[in-house]
């Protein structure tokens, strides 16, 4: 829902499109029935969930293009029977990955787009990729988009989160926070165990303690005294909160659903 622009709604809303959820693997399974029915009363009936690591349910995406395209009259043209096929989203949602996944399972080739951990890998809208021999489907991958303004500070954080913005950007702390706000608020309370906290937290920086501890992340300060200079080890919180956020976007703090 965060990720979605009104404007290219407006701009492609007559053409013939399907919302590609990709990364189910991280998301809450038992959330999808309730994001199906808040999406299907925003008219948005054509949706799949995707992991295009593990090429999950990419099969249906091809069979679902060719029955949206062939039901509508608009594109009945017989003497062209391609399909040009744009993929559109926020950064780092794995348009890129799709795209290679679908070459890997109907062609059976390898990378042809780049993939990248950072939003903005893909730069310049590339020239068309083939992923599909019957029916001959090609796809164009461009670089992911944000909406010019965003909804609300929160719907911000929620992209943030997911990689689509660059943390430092907005703030590794914050989105920190941010996280953790989110995950006692869903009582996802696997970071207790991974980080060995005696219970649940609503203090950011005492979650980074144990954080930085766990991980070793400390950092050596030098400090002025009155009869000269003292090294001592410091928690590095900042890193902390780095390695927070890695481990949620891996899944290690359990499949979330922010929207
Ligand atoms: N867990 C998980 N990670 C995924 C999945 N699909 C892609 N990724 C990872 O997400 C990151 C971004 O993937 P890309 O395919 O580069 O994303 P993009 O949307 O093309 O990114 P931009 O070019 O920045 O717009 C990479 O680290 C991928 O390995 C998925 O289904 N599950």
Do not use: W
């Not at 693997?25 to 969930?49: I, K, M, N, T, Y």
């Not at 594109?75 to 096929?85: C, G, L, M, Q, T």
């Amino acid at each position: 829902m965060s990720g979605r622009n009104p404007v290219l709604q407006e701009v492609l809303g007559i053409r013939p499109h399907l919302l590609v959820l990709n990364k189910m693997d991280l998301a809450d399974p038992h959330q999808q029935s309730r994001v199906l029915e808040q999406l299907r009363q925003q008219g948005c009936s054509h949706v799949v969930f995707t992991e295009c690591q593990r090429d999950t349910n990419v099969e249906k995406i091809v069979p679902l293009f060719a029955k949206l395209v062939s039901s509508s009259p608009r594109y009945h043209r017989a003497e062209n029977a391609e399909y040009n096929i744009m993929v559109i989203g926020v950064p780092n949602v794995g348009k890129s990955s799709l795209i290679n996944s679908l070459r890997r399972l109907h062609l059976k080739k390898g990378k042809a787009t780049a993939v990248g951990g950072e939003p903005g890998v893909t730069k310049a809208v590339l020239t068309r990729i083939q992923v599909c021999e019957t029916p001959l489907v090609y796809l164009l991958d461009t670089p992911g988009v944000l909406p010019p303004k965003l909804v609300s500070v929160e719907t911000g954080m929620k992209l943030a989160l997911c990689g689509a913005i660059r943390d430092h950007l907005v703030g590794e702390d914050i989105m920190a926070d941010y996280l953790l706000y989110v995950l006692n608020r869903q009582q996802q309370f696997g970071y207790m165990e991974r980080y060995g906290l005696p219970e649940a937290s609503d203090n950011i920086r005492h979650v980074l303690k144990y954080v930085a501890l766990t991980l070793g992340k400390t950092q050596k300060v030098k400090v002025l005294t009155g009869t000269g200079n003292v090294n001592m080890m410091m928690l590095n919180y900042s890193a902390a909160a780095y390695e927070f956020l890695r481990a949620f976007r891996a899944g290690h703090l359990g499949r979330v659903t922010l929207d």
